[in-house]
Structures are given as C-alpha cells and as structure tokens.
C-alpha cells in the first residue's frame, strides 16, 4: 500500500493568514492526488484533484502543487469557512489511500 | 445533479454481517466507478473498496476476505457486505462516485453517511 503523510497534524491560525499544508506520498505517484475538505458531521468534499484542478466551484484561495511523492494545499487567505479538517488522497493504485488529516483551527 | 444515500441497520452485533446499500440518483452505476469509505469515530477516512462500471471490485488488503460490493442494476443501487464484524468496524460508513478515467479519479460526490455501532 502507498502511505500517505500529511503535516502538520494539526495548525492555528487566524482569518486572512496564508495558510500551506504538505502530504509526502511513500513512493511515487505521480500526480494522481486529490485534496478533500471536511467539516464536522458532514462528508468530505473534494477541493483540488489531480493535484492542482480546481473542482467547480471551489474558491480560486485554493491552490495545489506538486508531483512524485511531495505536494501542497496552499490556502491564500484563510476564510471562516475553511476551517475544517484536510485530507489528502492519492488515485495512482488501490488501495486508494488518504493522508491522516490536518485539522485547521481558529487561533 | 448526483446524489448518493446509504442505508442500512445502525447497529450490528459482534460476528455479524454489516449490511449497507447505496442508492444513487442523477447518475447510472453502470457508467461510473462506486466506492466505499468509512470513518471510525475521532479518526481519518479509511478506503474499504471500489466497483467499476463492468461490475469489477478492489478491496482494501486488510478487510479483502470480509468485504464484497455488488450492484443492483435494476434498482440504481450497489450495496457493502462485511462479515464478522468486530468493535473495529463501528464507523460512520460513506458510499461515493469515484469519478474520472485513466488514474484520474477523484471521490466528486458523496453520501451523507451513516453510522454503525457494533454491539450485542
């Protein structure tokens, strides 16, 4: 299986920061990698696939990079929506695995 | 639009089978890949399996022997069989489109979810 690792675990921050969250994949995947937002109680939503298109709708703040095993969610300017948990996710082979999360939390 | 709801029991004795089903609406299964995700209470998102648009399936390595997905045609529906369950498996249980082509997929739409306790 590709083990995904997402950091920081956790982060504090205040509306308007910028805000960049890091996944290291355990072997290559190319850019087969999603990010995935989630808010308590609800199911996640895609944000970012193929590791830097926008899904529809999603706010142009939101940005994706990277490609192999290293890639980033960069965030411009917190918003009080986006405080949630992020995941990442790669679709290279399955198992399809995600990150383990990064809540992002108000400071 | 599509839309995804599971349904199921919410509690499933221990050694039991964990019976869910996904109806969807808005899309063909028979044109898209279907997935199953769970979240365990407090923690990450777990990726149980897939079925392809020719009824084909993956599994996840550590639940392969308990784990069938199958699909309902007729009905616009594919269901989640896990035996033996254990207190592991109590999750909030997601059923999603996995949505693309090549090794471009993505999870576009999702359920709402559903939680499952395991007790007697």
């Known amino acids: 299986d590709i083990q995904m690792t997402q950091s920081p675990s956790s982060l504090s921050a205040s509306v308007g920061d910028r805000v960049t969250i890091t996944c290291r994949a355990s072997?290559?995947?190319?850019?087969?990698l999603n990010w995935y937002l989630q808010k308590p109680g609800k199911a996640p939503k895609v944000l970012i696939y193929?590791?830097?298109s926008l899904q529809s709708g999603v706010p142009s703040r939101f940005t994706g990079s990277g490609s192999g095993t290293d890639f980033n969610i960069t965030i411009s300017s917190l918003q009080p929506e986006d405080f949630a948990t992020y995941y990442c996710?790669?679709?290279?082979?399955?198992?399809?695995?995600f990150g383990q999360g990064t809540k992002v939390e108000i400071k | 639009q599509v839309q995804l709801q599971e349904s199921g029991p919410g509690v499933v004795k221990p050694s039991e089978t964990l019976s869910l089903t996904c109806t969807v609406s808005?899309?063909?299964?028979?044109?898209?890949?279907w997935t199953w995700i769970r979240q365990p209470p407090g923690k990450g998102l777990e990726w149980i399996g897939n079925?392809?648009?020719?009824?084909?399936?993956?599994?996840d390595p550590s639940l392969h022997s308990r784990v069938t997905i199958s699909a309902d045609t007729s009905k616009n529906q594919f269901s989640l069989k896990l035996t033996f369950v254990t207190a592991a498996d109590a999750a909030v249980y997601y059923c999603?489109?996995?949505f693309g082509s090549g090794y471009h997929y993505y999870f576009d739409s999702w359920g709402q979810g559903t939680l499952v306790t395991v007790s007697s």
């Open positions: 193929d590791v830097s």
């Open positions: 996710q790669q679709s290279f082979t399955t198992p399809r695995t």
């Open positions: 079925m392809d648009d020719s009824g084909n399936t993956n599994y």
């Open positions: 808005g899309a063909s299964i028979s044109s898209y890949f």
């Open positions: 999603a489109r996995d």
């Open positions: 072997q290559s995947i190319s850019t087969y």
